[in-house]
Antibody
Framework: EVQLVESGGGLVQPGGSLRLSCAASGFTFSSYSMNWVRQAPGKGLEWVSYISSSSSTIYYADSVKGRFTISRDNAKNSLYLQMNSLRAEDTAVYYC????????????WGQGTLVTVSS | AIWMTQSPSLLSASTGDRVTISCRMSQGISSYLAWYQQKPGKAPELLIYAASTLQSGVPSRFSGSGSGTDFTLTISCLQSEDFATYYCQQYYSFPWTFGQGTKVEIK
């Protein structure tokens, strides 16, 4: 059974940093591209970042470019999101999501981890 | 970036109704469109990809159609478990974008 479990969320002050992790199991993690998608409270879904299976290709949304860094460790079946210079507008539930094999849609999602940026 | 207009934002319906949700693109995306269902406090779940391909395990009352700029999600006979929020997503070009969402509520 495919499982994605996020961790690392919490309350952080504006300007602070946080590192999210996503532990994957039930599939060959190294064969799949992965993404982070976020959802602000009461709002819609926003794609945040993409990383290819070998980490050779990385994309970011303009809203986080230069502040967030996506990475993965295929030996540990883990995906990460390092978030620096956090702003109030980064407050959201952050989901890790696996890409389907035939395109950049998301066939499996984690349960999400809440990041709250507030003083 | 590709802009998406999803409508309606709120849809009131009864169990057994046939409902349709629309997603319109600012430019053509061939068939690179997915649909998701999200229930409160839960992660989204994939319903349809490639505009009309049903994800494994998704009931056949869900169907998708369209190509280019206009797409539709249809629920043929609404069930109680279908009351949720639905999102479209284009994956034709970076950055991938989602529609604003359609909440399907009980009339």
């Amino acid at each position: 059974e495919v499982q994605l479990v996020e961790s690392g969320g919490g309350l952080v002050q504006p300007g602070g940093s946080l590192r999210l992790s996503c532990a994957a199991s039930g599939f060959t993690f190294s064969s799949y591209s992965m993404n982070w998608v976020r959802q602000a409270p009461g709002k819609g879904l926003e794609w945040v970042s993409y990383i290819s299976s070998s980490s050779s290709t990385i994309y970011y949304a303009d809203s986080v470019k230069g502040r967030f860094t996506i990475s993965r460790d295929n030996a540990k079946n883990s995906l990460y999101l390092q978030m620096n210079s956090l702003r109030a507008e980064d407050t959201a539930v952050y989901y890790c999501a696996r890409e389907g094999g035939s395109g950049s849609f998301y066939d499996y999602w984690g349960q999400g981890t809440l990041v709250t940026v507030s003083s | 970036a590709i802009w998406m207009t999803q409508s309606p934002s709120l849809l009131s319906a009864s169990t057994g109704d046939r409902v349709t949700i629309s997603c319109r693109m600012s430019q053509g995306i061939s068939s690179y469109l997915a649909w998701y269902q999200q229930k409160p406090g839960k992660a989204p779940e994939l319903l349809i990809y490639a505009a009309s391909t049903l994800q494994s395990g998704v009931p056949s009352r869900f169907s998708g159609s369209g190509s280019g700029t206009d797409f539709t999600l249809t629920i043929s006979c609404l069930q109680s478990e279908d009351f949720a929020t639905y999102y479209c997503q284009q994956y034709y070009s970076f950055p991938w974008t989602f529609g604003q969402g359609t909440k399907v509520e009980i009339k």
